[in-house]
């Protein structure tokens, strides 16, 4: 069983940055593909980024390439989206999941583990 713990959320002003990390543990963390899902209210949950096992492959929703980084360390089983030039229609609660896989995963509904997420709030 894989615990996912997000944070580094907050609120923030439109062309600002965050950075958000999601902690994991319970399991080989090196073993899953990472993704990161947002959510806005009244919306349906969206693919924002994920990353391959070694982190060597990524992806991205349009609406955020350019502007997001998805990143992990294995060593320290921490996973990271790094989010600059924000605007207010980046504000969702931001959700990390984790899937056994061996190729990178976009699609929110095979993922296996999700954290509870962290809100991000971009004002105008």
């Known amino acids: 069983q894989v615990q996912l713990v997000e944070s580094g959320g907050g609120l923030v002003q439109a062309g600002g940055s965050l950075r958000l990390s999601c902690a994991a543990s319970?399991?080989?963390?090196?073993?899953?593909?990472m993704g990161w899902f947002r959510q806005a209210p009244g919306k349906e949950r969206e693919f924002v980024a994920a990353?391959?096992?070694?982190?060597?492959?990524?992806s991205y929703a349009d609406s955020v390439k350019g502007r997001f980084s998805i990143s992990r360390d294995n060593a320290r089983n921490t996973a990271y989206l790094q989010m600059n030039s924000l605007k207010p229609e980046d504000t969702a609660v931001y959700s990390c999941?984790?899937?056994?896989?061996?190729?990178?995963?976009?699609?929110?509904?095979?993922?296996?583990?999700w954290g509870r997420g962290t809100q991000v709030t971009v004002s105008s």
């Open positions: 990353t391959s096992r070694s982190g060597g492959y990524t």
């Open positions: 319970g399991g080989t963390f090196s073993s899953y593909v």
């Open positions: 999941a984790a899937v056994l896989s061996t190729r990178v995963v976009i699609v929110a509904e095979r993922y296996r583990y």
